[in-house]
């Protein structure tokens, strides 16, 4: 079983940022870009193409979200993912820089057997940017249930004990099969079952969260920017031959035949026609309901907000506020204005109070949230 020692000094180390290797990608697919629109329209689509890709990845994953949302806060405990991921992200970025100097290597070319040759080299390394980001995606899955697979395992073991150290979990589970059969007196005996099974997972949850944080609130890092990238065009002086009337005179120039060969690397708005056609024909069972609307059964309960003494505070706060308020008016022969007055005092009586510890999530909420029920709810 993990100790608080255990967990703060793991809450301690710190390591890559993964929001911070994300970028070093896109300045990387920032420099590709420029170098792509120097060539031809078609290497800039695929550039294009592997942007999109990688920004759909992080997007999915939350790599630039703020605060808890974030993909940095979510691996903060799961080291060996966060490793992996930032190594992944490092082995894109080199290989962004290589296709960038491939790239170079087209645009600077003159003879037409240096270019096909360096031109297959140019698929290679958009194949290798193309399988990076795959690896991207596949380990998707694993970065989402890095920490929900082991803290529910954990969890599942957890005692439930009360204050003299008995264990209370049959009788809790007894307790909760009376309330359900009540609830639901015709449901059959294995949902009963399962419900009951996940009402006490739930509260071994939050006395596993509990014993492991303490009394110590959860504050996000800072969120890293994401960078800008700017996609530029075409440079005219490449296409200005195209845009000419042709000249009979002249002898047609013949293009290489790999400027216009068919992409082989994986692309974001790559569509299968007869997958989509497949798709469309077949009916949906997703959107089939079989649950109980709310409105139809019971409106959802939710435990109670949190600081009631931090409450009992705040109305002191603001009832002297509003004395203060209105005795400065009328010493001024002014009239009261009342929404003035009830901004003035939930202002400074909540930035007077700050953050308050929240006994279920284990963050630092601010005073603001936890006092207002619907956003609370």
């Not at 695929?46 to 990688?54: C, K, N, S």
């Not at 703020?66 to 993912?81: G, I, K, N, Q, T």
């Not at 939050?206 to 959860?218: D, M, N």
Request: overall charge positive; some cysteine.
């Amino acid at each position: 079983m993990e100790t608080r020692t255990g967990y703060k000094e793991s809450q301690n180390l710190m390591g890559p940022n993964i929001a911070a290797s994300a970028n070093k990608c896109l300045e990387s697919f920032q420099e590709c870009l420029q170098r792509a629109s120097a060539v031809h329209a078609r290497e800039l689509s695929r550039v294009e193409d592997q942007i999109a890709r990688f920004s759909t990845w992080a997007t999915a994953m939350g790599v630039f979200a703020p605060e808890r949302a974030s993909m940095d806060h979510r691996l903060r405990y799961a080291s060996d993912v966060r490793d992996v991921v930032d190594g992944l992200l490092e082995s894109l970025s080199y290989r962004v820089r290589a296709c960038s100097a491939a790239l170079d290597s087209v645009g600077n070319s003159t003879q037409y057997e240096s270019l096909i040759a360096q031109s297959e080299g140019l698929k290679q390394s958009f194949a290798h940017i193309g399988a990076e980001i795959s690896h991207l995606n596949k380990i998707s899955n694993t970065i989402r249930k890095a920490s929900t697979d082991t803290h529910v395992q954990k969890a599942a073991d957890f005692p439930i004990q009360d204050d003299d150290g008995n264990d209370v979990e049959p009788l809790l589970r007894l307790v909760f099969e009376h309330n359900v059969s009540d609830c639901f007196p015709k449901v059959s005996s294995n949902i009963r079952r399962r419900l009951v099974d996940s009402m006490i997972l739930r509260r071994k949850l939050i006395l596993y969260r509990r014993h492991r944080h303490g009394t110590s609130a959860i504050r996000p890092g800072k969120t890293v920017p994401k960078t800008f990238v700017a996609l530029p065009s075409v440079q005219p002086s490449l296409l200005a031959n195209a845009s000419l009337e042709p000249d009979n005179n002249k002898t047609p120039v013949r293009t290489p035949a790999f400027a216009y060969e068919a992409s082989q690397i994986q692309s974001a708005t790559t569509l299968n026609p007869q997958n989509f056609a497949k798709a469309s024909s077949s009916l949906s069972v997703v959107s089939e309901s079989r649950t109980i609307a709310l409105s139809n059964h019971e409106a959802l309960k939710f435990p109670p907000a949190p600081g009631l003494a931090a409450k009992r505070k705040y109305e002191q706060l603001r009832s002297r506020r509003e004395a203060d308020h209105k005795q400065s008016i009328e010493a001024s022969g002014m009239s009261v204005d009342y929404k003035a007055k009830d901004k003035i005092s939930d202002k400074y009586g909540l930035e007077t109070i700050g953050e308050i510890y929240c006994p279920y999530c284990f963050y630092a909420l601010p005073a603001e949230v936890v006092f207002d029920e619907r956003k609370w709810m």
